[in-house]
C-alpha cells in the first residue's frame, strides 16, 4: 500500500525567516556534551555517512550537537567512514551505523553532513508514528519531488528492521534514497513530514560545494539498468564490512565517534562498485 505523505500532528511551531547569511558557528559549552536523562527516554543515533569531507565535518558535528542539545534531544554523533578502495556507498554506510549504534539508541537520523538545519522548529524527536522526513521536498534547497526521501530521515530501529535497512546495491552517488522510499511502502510505513514551517527553502543550508568536491555520478557497465531496480532481499541481511577502527573526536566541544569502515562488494553482484 502506498505510503501516505501526511503533515505531522503539529508539534512544530512556526519560526521566522533564517538570515540569509551563513550562520556563524555554534559556541558549545562543554557541560552540555554529556547526556541529560531528564531530557526524556528516547536517544538519537545521528548518522553520517562520510568520505573525505572533512571541512564540512568540522562545521557540522559542532552545528548539529548545539542545535540538539537546544532542542533537549539525547543523542550521539556516529561519522561512519568509508576508507576502503571502492566507490562511496551511502546506503551501505547507513547500514553500518545502523549495526555499531549500540543499544543505548532507539531511533536514528539519516544525515548528510552538508545539510544543516537552520529553522529551530524542525522536529528530531522520537518518530513513533513512522519515518519522519525532516528534509522535505518543499523545503530541501534542491530536490523537490513528491517521493524524495533523503537529506534527514528519521526512523526508529524497529521501523529500519521492518524494511531491511538500505539496499547495498547503489555505489556512487544518488537513487539509493528513491530504492529506500519503495521499502518504505512495501513495509506499509507512513511517512511524516513537517507542518508548519515557513521558511521554505531558506529551511536548511546546503554547504556542499560542487567545485570543490565533484560527486561520482558515473555510470558503468550494467549499472545503468541493473542499479535502478528494486532490491527484494538485500540490505540489513547482506551487508558486508568491517570496522577498521573507532575514534573518539572533540571538534569545537562536540562529542562525536568516527567509524572507519572497510565495505566488501561481490563484483559478480554489482561490479560497478569499481570505477573502470
Known amino acids: 500500500s502506498a505510503v501516505r505523505a501526511t503533515?505531522?500532528?503539529s508539534r512544530v511551531r512556526t519560526a521566522g525567516p533564517p538570515s540569509s547569511r551563513r550562520p556563524a558557528p555554534p559556541s558549545v559549552r562543554r557541560q552540555a556534551t554529556a547526556d541529560d536523562p531528564s531530557w526524556g527516554p528516547h536517544k538519537l543515533a545521528l548518522i553520517v555517512p562520510f568520505r573525505e569531507r572533512f571541512e564540512e565535518l568540522l562545521e557540522f558535528v559542532p552545528y548539529m550537537h548545539t542545535f540538539l542539545n537546544k532542542k533537549k534531544i539525547r543523542h550521539k554523533i556516529l561519522v561512519i567512514n568509508q576508507v576502503d578502495h571502492y566507490r562511496f556507498n551511502r546506503a551501505s554506510l547507513i547500514n553500518v551505523g545502523h549495526l555499531e549504534s549500540g543499544n543505548d539508541t532507539d531511533y536514528l537520523a539519516m544525515h548528510d553532513v552538508d545539510l544543516l538545519p537552520l529553522n529551530e522548529a524542525l522536529d528530531?524527536?522520537?518518530p513513533a508514528d513512522g519515518p519522519f522526513h525532516v528534509a522535505s521536498p518543499e523545503l530541501h534547497?534542491?530536490?523537490h519531488y513528491k517521493t524524495y526521501v533523503g537529506g534527514i530521515l528519521l526512523l526508529t530501529k524497529k521501523h529500519y528492521h521492518m524494511c531491511n535497512g538500505m539496499s547495498n546495491r547503489f555505489w556512487g552517488w544518488g537513487r539509493e534514497d528513491d530504492e529506500f522510499y519503495r521499502r518504505l511502502r512495501k513495509a506499509e510505513l507512513q511517512l511524516f513530514r513537517p507542518s508548519g514551517i515557513t521558511t521554505g527553502y531558506k529551511t536548511f543550508l546546503h554547504i556542499h560545494d560542487p567545485a570543490w568536491r565533484k560527486r561520482d555520478q558515473k555510470r558503468v557497465a550494467?549499472?545503468?539498468q541493473e542499479q535502478f531496480k528494486v532490491d527484494p532481499e538485500g540490505g540489513l541481511t547482506n551487508l558486508r564490512y568491517r570496522v577498521e577502527s573507532r575514534q573518539e573526536l572533540?571538534?569545537?566541544g562536540a562529542p562525536c565517534t568516527?567509524?572507519?569502515?572497510?565495505l566488501e562488494c561481490d563484483?559478480?553482484?554489482t561490479p560497478w562498485c569499481l570505477l573502470a
Not at 258 to 262: D, E, L, P, Q
Open 7 to 9: 503533515c505531522r500532528p
Open 141 to 143: 534547497p534542491l530536490y
Open 222 to 224: 550494467a549499472q545503468k
Open 124 to 126: 528530531y524527536s522520537f
Open 267 to 269: 563484483q559478480n553482484q
Open 250 to 252: 572533540t571538534i569545537s
Open 258 to 262: 568516527v567509524i572507519n569502515t572497510r
